[in-house]
C-alpha cells in the first residue's frame, strides 16, 4: 500500500500535507539545500541545544523565515540562565525574525540553570507576549518519559494548555519521536478522553540508519525493542541498513479517527541529515504534499 493510497483512505487527517520539520543551528545550510524540496509555509522548529549561542539560533529562525517557512524557534525552560536572558532572546526574534509561535520545553538538565524549573514556569512567566507568539508547542510523550510517570505528564499537558488558554494562545502538542503506532494511537486516545483537543503533530524519524535509531530511541527512552523495532518495519539484525517511516505513517493514516484521535500532523525529526528527509518526503509523497 502506497503512502498516497493509506492518505486518500484518512484524507481528513492530511497527516503529509501539514507535516513540520526540526533542524538545529548548525543547519543553516543544509536548509538551504533543501528548501527546494520543502514546500512554502511548512513550519521548522529551530532546537535550543546546548554549545548553541542566542545569535546563532536567532540566525537560524531568521534563516528559516527567509526562506519562504515558519520559523518555531525552541526555548528549554532549563538551559535559560535569567528572566534577563530569556527576554533578550524573545527580543531578537521579534526585532529580527518576526514570529508568532514557539516551542516550549523544559529541557534536559537535571535541574535548572536559572529560574526557571519548567515549560509552565516560562509560559506563565508572561515574556512569550513579548515576542508576539500566539501559537505555543508543548510536549508530549506517547511511549512515556524515562525520568516522569505518566500521571504527571497528563497533569503537566493539562496546565500548560490552561495557562495558554488563560492567556489567549493556541497550543498544539508536539510529541516525542514514536516508533509504535499502536502505542501512539492509544495515547491519542487517551488525552482526548482527558479533554485535550489541541493539534498533536506526531514525531516521526526521518530516514536513518538502524543503528542510529535505536541509538536515539534509547537515549530519549523511548521502546526500542526488537518487538517495536518490528512493527515499525526493520529489525535489530539489520543495524546497517537505512530505515525509513513508512510503516508508521501508513498505520497511523489507516487507523486514526478524527471523533477519536483528534486533530493529528506529522514531525519529522531528521537526526541531522535535513536534506535527506527532504528527499524522502518530496520522493514519497511528492507534489500531494505541495
Not at 59 to 66: L, N, P
Not at 104 to 131: K, N, Q, W
Request: charged share 25%.
Amino acid at each position: 500500500m502506497t503512502l498516497a493510497v493509506a492518505r486518500q483512505a484518512a484524507p481528513e487527517l492530511n497527516l503529509v500535507r501539514s507535516f513540520s520539520l526540526e533542524m538545529t543551528a548548525k543547519d543553516v545550510e543544509s536548509l538551504d539545500d533543501a528548501a527546494p524540496l520543502i514546500p512554502p509555509g511548512t513550519p521548522i522548529s529551530v532546537t535550543y541545544l546546548p554549545g548553541e549561542e542566542m545569535p546563532a539560533r536567532v540566525a537560524a529562525a531568521k534563516a528559516v523565515k527567509a526562506l519562504g517557512f515558519v520559523p518555531v524557534p525552541h526555548i528549554s525552560a532549563r538551559r535559560v540562565l535569567s528572566r534577563e536572558d530569556l527576554m533578550a532572546f524573545l527580543n531578537a526574534l521579534r526585532d529580527e525574525v518576526g514570529i508568532e509561535r514557539a516551542f516550549v520545553i523544559a529541557g534536559d538538565p537535571p535541574s535548572p540553570m536559572g529560574p526557571y524549573e519548567d515549560a509552565l514556569a516560562v509560559i506563565r512567566s508572561g515574556l512569550l507576549d513579548t515576542a508576539g507568539i500566539e501559537m505555543v508547542g508543548i510536549s508530549g510523550y506517547p511511549e512515556g518519559h524515562p525520568d516522569i510517570d505518566n500521571a504527571k505528564l497528563a497533569q503537566a499537558m493539562k496546565d500548560k494548555i490552561a495557562a495558554l488558554a488563560e492567556q489567549g494562545k493556541q497550543a498544539e502538542i508536539m510529541t516525542q519521536f514514536a516508533f509504535d503506532a499502536d502505542a501512539v494511537l492509544a495515547w491519542l486516545e487517551r488525552i482526548r478522553q482527558d479533554g485535550i483537543t489541541a493539534p498533536v503533530r506526531v514525531g516521526v524519524p526521518g530516514p536513518a540508519s538502524v543503528k542510529k535509531l535505536i541509538r536515539f530511541a534509547a537515549r530519549c527512552g523511548v521502546g526500542a525493542s526488537a518487538k517495536v523495532m518490528m512493527k515499525y518495519g526493520t529489525s535489530i539484525t539489520q543495524l546497517f541498513t537505512t530505515a525509513g517511516p513508512e510503516r508508521l505513517i501508513e498505520t497511523l493514516a489507516e487507523r486514526c479517527d478524527p471523533s477519536r484521535h483528534g486533530e493529528v500532523l506529522l514531525h519529522f525529526y531528521p537526526f541531522g541529515s535535513l536534506v535527506d528527509t527532504a528527499r524522502y518526503i518530496d520522493e514519497n509523497y511528492g507534489a500531494s504534499a505541495r
